[in-house]
């Protein structure tokens, strides 16, 4: 390509990148407040002051998201209004864009040349993350990942061209992530892993520019401090996030390993698993498996870069696989190191059939993104409508009448993986000022905790029969 296509090109995936995000924006900024939300503001709201709230001995050790909440009950606007949750959402996209911005500067650093670091940034911002950034309770995750990316640019800049201000400013980076959340502890063996595979052109040549890096000043510095925080995260007394069931892994692998697909693609695979299509649905999921596997092996003997995106991806999402159970949107960081390793290969090879081929991903990532970002705007609409109706039933019920709430949705969307009320509801129905008594029921299992009780239909039967307690009743419908 000559200069003038490559400008055209890059102003294309710049134009795209900026309006992708303000459609996302656009349709999510305004939606309430849901589940974790709504415990969040109502932990930190008696909180007397910020450094109270940014106490690291608070569990989950999170300090910046306990601060951020601290900061939005106190605001003193209404939480239920349109204005405190559009301040929340719009401070998490400018976190994302800023993301964006670094995975373009990371690339170029990498020696991303021509289109190949705007193509990153296009393919990061395509990405469907929408879930972890316009959920205010998953704030930890935009917070951190922006700072990690500022983090490992800075010390990047810093192997090429050592300098103490980068040093010192990669290292303030990683202290903030570590605010934001524990798995920015990860980013020192990520660095690692950038050091051997993308500055040596062999493994013996990387482990030689390892052992020279381990001689720096800031980089062993930002090493020990990784360290010291591993080790204190794991002597806490009372840890948030323990190791998942052995009988709870194989399914975390297959998610974890499926987390970058389209997600037509993923949901077949792990829906196959699950046995859903019988016999033929889990032979095809086992041979698209396989295919990947045998794919990321290829990749992995013949590029020096795919070596070190699919190593820091199977850091990066193995740690919520082995303690948390894994749900895509912890994907985020892994997909700024595949949209940074596709931007290298566009920009180290070029060719029309590659170019061709890291289009039709962004275009499949841009329908899931588009579709999650639809999801969250029906939540939206939605919201009003059900308390709407739970307002009207109060006010024909009475004061001092119990009504039961069955089976209100846990989580919604395509994947049906967005928290909405398995926590919070209470706490939603007394910020609108809608007096209870409430009981919250549930005759089905849900994927996660819960404050909803569970009930078994002998005792929704018998308040159906009596009246007592009245009962508003999700539909099929209303549970996705």
């Known amino acids: ?50 450094s109270a709230a940014l106490d690291p001995r608070l569990e989950p050790l999170r300090p910046f998201q306990h601060g951020f909440f601290w900061v939005l009950s106190h605001s003193g606007l209404d939480p239920a209004a349109t204005k405190l949750p559009i301040m929340a959402h719009t401070f998490a996209w400018t976190l994302h864009a800023i993301s964006c911005l670094c995975v373009f500067l990371l690339a170029r650093a990498a020696g991303a040349r021509g289109v190949g670091a705007w193509t990153a940034m296009a393919l990061f911002a395509a990405f469907p993350n929408v879930k972890c950034i316009a959920w205010s309770a998953a704030i930890g995750s935009p917070g951190r990942v922006c700072f990690e990316l500022i983090a490992l640019t800075l010390f990047v800049k810093h192997l ?23 798995s920015a502890m990860m980013l020192a063996p990520v660095l690692v892993l950038w050091i051997v595979f993308m500055n ?25 401090c990784a360290t010291a925080y591993v080790v204190y995260l794991f002597l806490r007394p009372t840890r948030h996030h323990q190791a998942k069931d052995l009988d709870a892994l194989p399914a975390n692998v297959v998610k974890a390993t499926t987390a970058l697909l389209p997600q037509d693609l993923r949901t077949m695979i792990v829906e196959g698993f699950r046995g859903t299509g019988g016999a033929a649905g889990s032979t095809l999921a086992w041979v698209l498996f396989a295919c990947i596997a045998l794919g990321a092996l290829a990749l992995f003997r013949r590029s020096r870069t795919a070596r070190f995106v699919l190593s820091a991806c199977a850091l990066e999402l193995g740690l919520p696989a082995l303690g948390t159970g894994f749900v895509q949107r912890y994907a985020i960081f892994a997909s700024a190191l595949v949209a940074l390793g596709l931007g290298l290969w566009i920009a180290r090879h070029g060719g029309v059939w590659r170019g061709v081929l890291v289009l039709l991903l962004g275009m499949t990532w841009t329908r899931d993104s588009v579709v999650d ?22 006010e024909a019920t009475g004061p001092n009448i119990g009504v039961a709430i069955v089976n209100p949705p846990d ?21 609108r000022h809608i007096p209870g008594p409430w009981l919250l029921w549930r005759t089905v299992p849900y994927r996660t905790s819960s404050v909803v009780e569970l009930v078994d239909e002998s005792r929704l039967e018998a308040a159906r029969r009596t009246g007592v307690p009245r009962l508003y009743e999700f539909h099929s419908i209303d549970r996705r």
């Open 1 to 50: 390509m000559n200069d003038g296509s490559d400008k055209r090109i890059a102003f294309a995936l710049l134009v795209f990148a900026a309006a992708l995000i303000a459609f996302e924006i656009f349709a999510t900024v305004r939606v309430p407040f849901i589940s974790e939300d709504w415990t969040h503001l109502h932990v930190l709201r008696p909180v007397e002051s910020l």
């Open 160 to 182: 090429t061209t050592p300098r103490p201000l980068l040093g010192a400013f990669g290292l303030a980076a990683f202290f903030l992530a570590l605010g934001w959340h524990e």
């Open 200 to 224: 040596g052109r062999t493994l013996r040549e990387g482990l030689a520019q390892l052992r020279t890096a381990l001689r720096d000043p800031w980089i062993v510095a930002f090493c020990a």
């Open 373 to 394: 970002a639809g999801d969250f705007k029906q939540i939206g609409e939605r919201i009003p409508v059900w308390t709407a109706d739970l307002r009207r039933l109060r």
């Open 411 to 431: 989580m919604w969307g395509a994947e049906a993986d967005i928290p909405l009320f398995n926590w919070g509801l209470d706490f939603m129905l007394e910020a």
